[in-house]
């Protein structure tokens, strides 16, 4: 197949999947921002707090794709962390690895494949060079509403080299009352919770746009106005290519 553009059509959802929200990605790079987490963590808690605030701080989807992933390695010093999955644990080392580092810890942010460790301060600036950056990768999503624990998504994606192509659910308005370990007592709250995750699929320079299957699965009791879809196109190096990210229409 010979590669076409991305300012082509989604295919049109059925009348059972709800009505679809359509979204594609800038000229611009948007950037990912990844931030690790545990719920048994002491030191996580600024950080997530950090994160639910990018919008207001005037970083808005347009410019950077914020996930939280919750690691698993805390979870022996006394609380299990639900929205953990060893998947993200691998992940962080992944990412540490290709930085040429053996350490992980938490809150650990990586901001378009690259460790941020002064990310209180240097998150704005970070953002705004990769802003700068004309896109390599297109991406488009399309997202129907949830039934019977399953969110109907298609995507489409084409990057400029040999890349991976990500997709994801995201929740947020999470909040846990934590009742051991380290923040026992404590009432945390979490936004943009990677909840279920696809990928990676290969995308290759010299074809055209590949296309995930439609289906995520929705956490039991989740709420449509919490969730959001995203996508990203990464190099097998680490370099974020697209990100784009896609709250779920209302209605």
Not at 23 to 49: I, M, R, W
Not at 137 to 149: D, E, F, H, R, V
Not at 178 to 186: D, F, I, P, S, Y
Request: proline residues 7%; neutral net charge.
């Amino acid at each position: 197949m010979s590669a076409v553009s991305l300012s082509l059509l989604l295919t049109p959802w059925s009348a059972s999947a709800g009505q679809a929200c359509i979204k594609q990605s800038p000229p611009h790079t948007v950037a990912l921002l990844e931030l690790y987490t545990s719920e048994g963590c002491s030191s996580c808690p600024p950080a997530d707090h950090f994160i639910s605030g990018l919008n207001e701080a005037g970083l808005g989807a347009d410019r950077v794709v914020p996930l939280s992933l919750h690691v698993d390695y805390w979870d022996y010093i006394g609380w299990k962390d639900a929205f953990a999955r060893p998947l993200f644990t691998e992940r962080q080392y992944w990412l540490s690895a290709q930085g040429r580092s053996r350490t992980v810890y938490t809150p650990e942010i990586f901001v378009a494949g690259q460790e941020l460790r002064n990310w209180r301060l240097a998150t704005p600036a970070a953002v705004r060079r990769i802003n700068e950056q004309p896109a390599q990768a297109q991406i488009a999503l399309s997202a129907g509403m949830p039934s019977n624990g399953s969110l109907p998504v298609e995507v489409k994606a084409k990057a400029s080299r040999d890349a991976a192509l990500y997709v994801v659910l995201y929740q947020s308005g999470l909040s846990t009352e934590v009742k051991a370990g380290e923040n026992r007592g404590v009432q945390l709250r979490h936004d943009y919770v990677v909840r279920d995750w696809i990928g990676p699929l290969a995308l290759d320079a010299q074809g055209g746009p590949a296309s995930l299957p439609r289906a995520l699965a929705v956490p039991a009791g989740a709420m449509a106005q919490d969730l959001g879809v995203a996508a990203f196109v990464q190099t097998p190096r680490g370099e974020v290519l697209q990100a784009l990210a896609l709250p779920l229409c209302s209605g």
